[in-house]
């Protein structure tokens, strides 16, 4: 079974862009970093992360945080295989 990229978006009748300006995402809160390593603002569509966090939590899973973090580690350590 293939899943399109946007496949998502028409389980719940929703998405496509909505008029209005865009907002500017606050500066990541050097006190939440809990200790010297810097954070970085990452741009996802606010249904992607929605669509994801009702499955985590459907499926009873760890936090989207640790699912994401696990994601690119993984897809780090593929890139660096021979």
């Not at 907002?23 to 992607?48: H, I, M, W």
């Not at 994801?52 to 994601?71: F, I, K, N, P, T």
């Amino acid at each position: 079974m293939t899943v399109g990229r946007f496949d998502y978006l028409d389980k719940n009748g929703k998405g496509g862009k909505k008029g209005g300006a865009r907002k500017s995402a606050p500066a990541p809160d050097e006190s939440r970093a809990g200790g010297t390593e810097r954070l970085e603002a990452v741009y996802l569509r606010k249904e992607t992360v929605r669509a994801v966090w009702r499955q985590v939590r459907a499926d009873g899973g760890e936090s989207v945080s640790e699912l994401v973090e696990d994601l690119l580690l993984a897809w780090l350590r593929e890139r660096q295989r021979p």
